[in-house]
C-alpha cells in the first residue's frame, strides 16, 4: 500500500513569517493530495488539495506545490496567523480507488 | 460541514467488553472509513467501506470488525477490548471518483480501563 512519510513533526514560528511542511509518497498511482487542518479537539478539516496533472494551487495564504517524479508534495502557509496554529496533516490517494492514507501530522504554532 | 455524525463521543470501557462505534452519513457517499489517530502516529486508516456490505482491511485493522448494512451507516465493533484500543476514532466518508474530499465526523474518544 501506500506509505505518506510528513516532516517536521512540530513548527513553530514567528507570526507573520512564513510555515512549510512537507510530504512524500510512494505510491507513483496515487493522484490525488489533501492536505487537512485539525484545531485542537475538532475533526480534521480539508483546507487545499491537488491533483497530479497541477504543479502548484493557491488559495489566499496557502499554497500547494507538487513534484510527481520526486513523489513529494509540500504545503506553504505565508504571512502566518495565531489563529493557523493546529495540526496539519497531508494525504495520498488514487482518486478512483478506495483508500486515503495519511502523514503522521505536523503541529503548527504560530507565536504571536 | 458534510452532514456526518459518531456516537457515542465519549466511552470508557472494560478490558474484554465488546464496543460499537457508529457513524452516520446523510451525504449518500460511496465510501466510508474508520481512523484511529494516536499521538505520533497521525491518522491510521482500520477498515474503509466502499458500497453497502463491501468492506476492506485498512493498515491497523486487527481487533476490530465493520459493518454497513446501509449506504447511511458503518459501525466499527471492537470484538474484545484492549488498553491498546484506547484511542480517538473518527469516521469519515466521501463521494468517490470526482468526488474525492473526505469529510469526517467529530470524533469518538474512546477508554480501555
Known amino acids: 500500500g501506500e506509505n505518506v512519510e510528513q516532516h517536521p513533526s512540530t513548527l513553530s514560528v514567528q507570526e507573520g513569517d512564513s510555515a512549510v511542511i512537507k510530504c512524500t509518497y510512494s505510491?507513483?498511482?496515487?493522484?490525488?493530495f489533501p492536505w487537512y487542518k485539525q484545531e485542537l479537539g475538532k475533526r480534521p478539516q480539508l483546507i487545499i488539495d491537488i491533483r497530479s496533472n497541477v504543479g502548484e494551487k493557491k488559495d489566499q495564504r496557502i499554497a500547494v506545490t507538487l513534484n510527481k517524479t520526486a513523489k513529494h508534495f509540500s504545503l506553504h502557509i505565508t504571512e502566518t496567523q495565531p489563529e493557523d496554529s493546529a495540526v496539519y496533516f497531508c494525504?495520498?490517494?488514487?482518486?478512483?480507488?478506495?483508500?486515503?492514507?495519511f502523514g503522521t501530522g505536523t503541529s503548527l504554532t504560530v507565536i504571536p | 460541514d458534510a452532514g456526518i455524525t459518531q456516537s457515542p463521543r465519549h466511552k470508557v470501557t472494560e478490558t474484554g467488553t465488546p464496543v460499537t462505534l457508529r457513524c452516520h452519513q446523510t451525504e449518500n457517499h460511496r465510501y466510508m472509513y474508520w481512523y484511529r489517530q494516536d499521538p505520533g502516529h497521525g491518522l491510521r486508516l482500520i477498515h474503509y467501506s466502499y458500497g453497502v456490505k463491501d468492506t476492506d482491511k485498512g493498515e491497523v485493522s486487527d481487533g476490530y470488525s465493520v459493518s454497513r448494512s446501509k449506504t447511511e451507516d458503518f459501525l466499527l465493533t471492537l470484538e474484545s477490548a484492549t488498553s491498546s484500543q484506547t484511542s480517538v476514532y473518527f469516521c469519515?466518508?466521501?463521494?468517490?471518483?470526482?468526488?474525492?474530499?473526505?469529510?469526517f465526523g467529530q470524533g469518538t474518544r474512546l477508554t480501555v480501563v
Open positions: 469519515a466518508s466521501r463521494g468517490g471518483m470526482k468526488n474525492t474530499e473526505a469529510f
Open positions: 505510491d507513483s498511482a496515487s493522484n490525488y
Open positions: 494525504a495520498a490517494s488514487i482518486s478512483s480507488g478506495n483508500q486515503f492514507y
